[in-house]
């Protein structure tokens, strides 16, 4: 394999004009910008897609595997730890040894282990190819960005990820609809299987398109013990997220887990400053653009992500739609970010990311705000109008914010940049999910026996109010007994559905607030200047 060396080692590269390419991104087709925008945003359909598809086969695989429940929950929190814990690591990876190789090994990987997982035949299987899914997922996602972040030029690089956006909330979007048709009419399986096809056309062009660019001063060894802290440290961090409703947020485990993360990551910060070549430069966060990036990457997705997460069970449990039809009227939401997500990198390009951010941010906040007003009879009309402002305001966060934190970044970081993006974007769900469900569950518990009370209902032993709490806290109704009047079931129902909207709209409430912080981080954000620097071509 030959290479060429852009430039003489240790001589400065000049700026370079705007509209100027990066070297060795011509009109040939091995680094052509757009084909290599193509070619990254099939491998990232994979991973888009699966974040919405499995949740609709879950209880299928249950069901055929004859699994329990947190065997269905490993399924998912399996892959979401692997995810997590090893995305900065994997952007690491793609800086060594070119994210062009890396991307296509995420690709391979990522659909073997889906074709696995159809092929599995018990939930243990299933489980650990999950996890294994996980892994290469985390290599696909920094790598995909590193390959836009080294082809566009500065001035280009902000439409492509708003290009790049629309994909992952088209394929978002699509989940919950592809795995309702796939699970009702060919199997559970074929949820994993579709992967195949799509990985094999991601391989072929990458083979074809992609061409590798490395920073000639590209990280030459691996910072084992960072690895090692880091990943302890998103393990401790994400897992106590996850369990933190079950055990509880006092309880003694949750707490270790909680401690354990803190000191980790503070040892995996001393130990970074000292470190030849760290796994995570701490001098990247001198930039207080990609800093302020970072930040409001979390704080958009524990906005978005905890919030939006009660909004299945809304549609769902409370309007008694089925998993695709409540896809469907997420659509709204979905469909204003597709369309949003590159006119809001054009936009982002002609003026800077600062003045879109702001008003982004306080567009998905009013949102929130609207969306905590909803009712256990809100119209279709009513919950589209405040979906599809939603997704107005979201698009130009996750193009914006992903350009300050790629584009503000070294060349030679730029895997870990892309991993950093991701893993933000990973705890500020995970933690969204986790306090805002909190604030649902305090509230339920809070107004469910007022409510109960005011609609003059018979008294509930402890164990059955305790029962009828955990229930409300998801907008289920139980079952009336036998011979129960209806008046009194349609009394049960109205408290139960009435409780869970009160408790729907404090998180709503929760989400906003915290978009609003986000709106005064994002008055810290600037353009990156996405220069390219002196690299090896190959």
Not at 324 to 340: C, E, F, H, K, Y
Not at 430 to 445: N, Q
Not at 463 to 479: C, D, N
Request: aromatic share 8%.
């Amino acid at each position: 394999m030959s290479s060429q060396i852009s430039m003489d080692k240790g001589q400065a590269e000049p700026p370079r004009p705007e509209g100027t390419a990066i070297p060795g991104t011509g009109p040939g087709l091995r680094g052509h910008p757009w084909l290599t925008l193509v070619t990254v945003a099939i491998g990232i359909t994979m991973v888009a897609l699966d974040g919405t598809i499995v949740a609709i086969a879950n209880p299928a695989i249950q069901q055929d595997l004859q699994a329990s429940l947190a065997d269905v929950q490993w399924i998912t929190n399996g892959y979401l730890l692997a995810l997590a814990v090893a995305l900065i690591t994997a952007g690491k990876l793609g800086d060594r040894f070119g994210h062009r190789q890396t991307f296509l090994v995420g690709v391979v990987g990522f659909a073997a282990s889906s074709g696995a997982i159809g092929l599995g035949g018990s939930v243990s299987l299933v489980v650990a190819f999950r996890v294994l899914q996980g892994l290469f997922g985390a290599l696909l996602m920094p790598a995909a960005l590193g390959l836009l972040r080294a082809t566009f030029p500065a001035e280009k690089l902000n439409a492509a990820i708003g290009i790049w956006g629309a994909v992952i909330g088209a394929s978002t979007a699509a989940g919950p609809i592809v795995g309702g048709l796939l699970v009702e009419h060919v199997s559970w399986e074929s949820v994993f299987f579709i992967n195949i096809p799509v990985g094999l056309l991601a391989v072929v062009m990458g083979l074809l398109i992609l061409r590798d660019h490395r920073a000639e001063n590209a990280p030459r060894s691996f910072d084992f013990p960072g690895i090692v802290l880091l990943s302890v440290a998103m393990f401790c961090l994400i897992w106590a997220l996850i369990k933190a409703p079950e055990w509880g947020w006092g309880d003694t485990a949750t707490l270790g887990f909680l401690a354990g993360a803190l000191v980790t990551f503070l040892v995996f910060g001393v130990w970074e400053s000292k470190a030849s070549e760290p796994l995570l430069p701490l001098s990247m966060f001198r930039s207080v653009p990609l800093t302020a990036g970072t930040v409001l990457m979390v704080l958009m997705a524990f906005g978005f992500m905890g919030g939006i997460f009660f909004v299945t069970f809304y549609l769902q449990n409370v309007h008694g739609m089925s998993p695709v039809d409540s896809g469907v009227r997420l659509l709204p939401l979905t469909a204003m970010m597709i369309v949003a997500s590159p006119l809001a990198g054009t936009v982002i390009s002609k003026v800077g990311p600062r003045g879109p951010l702001v008003t982004a941010m306080v567009i998905a906040a009013v949102a929130m705000f609207g969306l905590s007003s909803l009712e256990t009879d809100s119209s279709f009309a009513v919950t589209s109008f405040w979906f599809a402002l939603l997704g107005l305001g979201l698009a130009p966060v996750m193009v914006g914010a992903t350009e300050v934190i790629v584009g503000n970044a070294p060349l030679e970081h730029a895997g870990v940049a892309g991993g950093l993006q991701q893993a933000a974007m990973q705890v500020g769900g995970s933690l969204g999910t986790a306090v805002l469900g909190v604030v649902m569950a305090s509230r339920v518990d809070t107004v469910l026996p007022e409510k109960w009370t005011d609609a003059k209902l018979p008294p509930l032993a402890p164990a059955q109010e305790g029962q009828l709490k955990s229930a409300a806290e998801v907008g289920v109704v139980p079952p009336s007994p036998e011979g129960t009047p209806e008046q009194i079931a349609a009394a049960v129902k109205g408290v139960v559905h009435d409780s869970f909207m009160s408790g729907m709209g404090l998180a709503f409430t929760c989400a906003g607030i915290v978009a609003v912080l986000a709106a005064g981080v994002a008055f810290f954000t600037k353009r990156g200047s996405a220069d390219a620097g002196p690299s090896v071509h190959v």
